[in-house]
């Protein structure tokens, strides 16, 4: 590769790294909008399945081509900047939302190797960069200069604020027993173990030891980017549709693909921390890519399980879901976590 | 010019920029984004420091959390310009003199012999292996593990007390509790009764 590459490396010259850092994140972003195109089509047709409808089926064959129709629809749309509006962070809160989806990407492993920036902290970068999300959220409710927008921003701040605390505690244990906090490294510290030289790899994979961990990581994902049932950030019974009531086409799309792309990094680093990433399941089938697509693609269906199964949450029944069930839990688990670590029933030496 | 030093500069004037733009900016909201600009930049240019785990945790809690409550405050503020300039020339011999005082302070501390490359030396390059994360956890839960267990004692006095100062009880209110909520059950509010058919004779 290095060496097929090199004609062209010396073309740019010392400009090489950076081209060649702009190809691959192109390579990884292009693939992410596209799934992210296809993951509403998906949506779609999963909770129609469920509600024994069809779902989209008229663009294309199976409305395969319904995406892209909605794509070029919301991109001829008009921008529509509401008069009393905060001009300059009405256009920057979308940005602002897209951004850190986007960012969070660069730590993330593919498979063994495969990955654009594979830093020591990469656990904490994800951290930060999560953290940074909400940004989005507040900053368009705010500028919107209207009444539902900023009430689903200040909902939006306080929930994602709540959920993160959990979420990290869940992250803690992750990074306790793999002692690292590099994406691929906890990947591998899932690889062995007695089950995984048995040939049983998936029962050396964290979510059995973690196992309320990974619940609560899944439902804070969940929670955190605001889907149902915790989508009342933007619940049309009550703040019609929260921070994106003023916003019309792209810079709506913009929302859209953000909370999309956020959905999918939920789902790969729940299948990368928990469910051992590209690792295969079985010691005879080789560990490879598609099993992180398989693993990431089943999470997303309980995304989309759980939207067309449970009625919206109240209000303070997430507050309190987050603050008092979930963070005693993982404190707890966290705590037997230690304590198993250091005694002679030790599975992680 | 080293690609290292000309992201130090670009990283530099946008923070200083920004640093700026945060007293100057007329409005509160813009003012608390403009500081979240600020610490970004200034995580960046501890990134180039090679202290990972600082840079990543002043991004984590302060732009991820302590800001973002901040704003939740500053938003729901009644922003009137006129009222906040009220006071500005009865507070400006205070605020000059202590602006004076912390730079005297700053051009004395920086501007002495201690902080020249001869009092201190660049640190010997790290091997590879070197983690900045592991190294700080190693140090803080070993050596300095009393300062800083007393430390978070002091932060979780802190809490307590911000929660004392401000909890009010009132009387006759009419709270929710979602917990007896949840744990409500069918019987508690349902009563099936089997009776016989009314007939009209």
Redesign the interface.
């Given at each position: 590769m290095e060496a097929m590459l090199q004609p062209v490396a010396d073309l740019f010259g010392a400009a090489w790294p950076a081209v060649w850092t702009l190809v691959k994140i192109v390579a990884i972003i292009a693939p992410l909008m596209i799934c992210v195109a296809y993951l509403t089509l998906a949506e779609r047709k999963v909770i129609g399945f469920m509600q024994v409808r069809i779902g989209p089926n008229r663009v294309g064959p199976w409305g395969l081509l319904q995406p892209i129709a909605d794509g070029v629809k919301l991109l001829f749309k008009e921008i529509i900047v509401p008069s009393g509006a905060?001009k300059g962070?009405f256009i920057l809160g979308p940005i602002l939302a897209i951004a850190p989806s986007l960012a969070a990407w660069a730590v993330v492993p593919f498979d063994d190797g495969l990955v654009l920036a594979d830093?020591?902290?990469g656990l904490?970068?994800l951290?930060?960069?999560t953290?940074?999300e909400?940004?989005g959220v507040?900053?368009a409710g705010?500028a919107s200069n209207s009444k539902y927008p900023?009430l689903g921003s200040?909902r939006a701040?306080?929930q994602m604020?709540s959920y993160?605390v959990s979420m990290g505690f869940a992250l803690i244990c992750v990074l306790l027993i793999s002692s690292s906090?590099n994406l691929t490294d906890i990947v591998m510290s899932q690889n062995d173990g007695r089950f995984a030289d048995m040939g049983l790899g998936v029962l050396s994979w964290n979510w059995i030891p973690l196992f309320p961990m990974f619940v609560v990581y899944v439902i804070s994902g969940i929670a955190e980017t605001n889907r149902a049932p915790f989508d009342v950030v933007e619940g049309e019974a009550e703040v019609v549709a929260g921070h994106m009531v003023e916003y019309s086409g792209m810079t709506f799309a913009l929302f859209f693909l953000a909370e999309y792309a956020n959905m999918i990094l939920v789902s790969i680093l729940t299948s990368i921390l928990f469910l051992g990433g590209w690792l295969s399941p079985v010691g005879f089938l080789p560990d490879g890519f598609h099993w992180l697509a398989l693993k990431t693609a089943f999470i997303l269906l309980l995304f989309l399980w759980a939207r067309a199964t449970f009625p919206r949450f109240?209000y303070?029944?997430i507050m309190?879901l987050g603050w008092?069930v979930f963070i005693p839990v993982t404190l707890v688990w966290l705590f037997v976590v230690t304590v198993w670590m250091m005694s002679p029933l030790s599975i992680w030496s | 010019m080293e690609f290292k030093t000309f992201v130090f500069y670009f990283l530099a004037v946008i923070m200083v920029l920004a640093a700026l733009r945060v007293i100057t900016a007329r409005n509160p909201v813009h003012a608390a984004l403009f500081l979240v600009l600020t610490f970004f930049n200034a995580g960046g240019i501890w990134l180039l420091l090679q202290a990972e785990f600082l840079a990543i945790t002043l991004v984590m809690v302060y732009v991820g959390a302590v800001m973002v409550l901040f704003l939740f405050v500053v938003m729901m503020l009644d922003i009137n310009l006129d009222r906040l300039r009220e006071g500005f020339w009865s507070y400006l011999p205070v605020g000059a003199l202590v602006g004076i005082l912390m730079l005297v302070e700053m051009v004395m501390v920086l501007g002495g012999s201690y902080f020249g490359l001869e009092a201190m030396p660049a640190p010997p390059a790290a091997a590879d292996t070197y983690s900045n994360t592991r190294e700080l956890g190693r140090v803080l839960y070993t050596d300095y593990v009393y300062p800083f267990e007393l430390a978070s004692l002091v932060l979780l006095v802190a809490m307590v007390a911000a929660v004392a100062l401000t909890l009010r009880k009132r009387k006759g209110l009419k709270y929710i509790q979602p917990s007896e909520q949840v744990a409500v059950k069918r019987e508690g509010r349902v009563e099936l009764v089997k009776m016989q058919a009314e007939k009209e004779d």
């Open positions: 905060n962070l830093v020591n902290a904490l970068f951290l930060a960069i953290s940074m909400v940004y507040i900053v705010w900023f200040m701040a306080a604020v993160e906090l109240r303070d029944h309190r008092k | -």
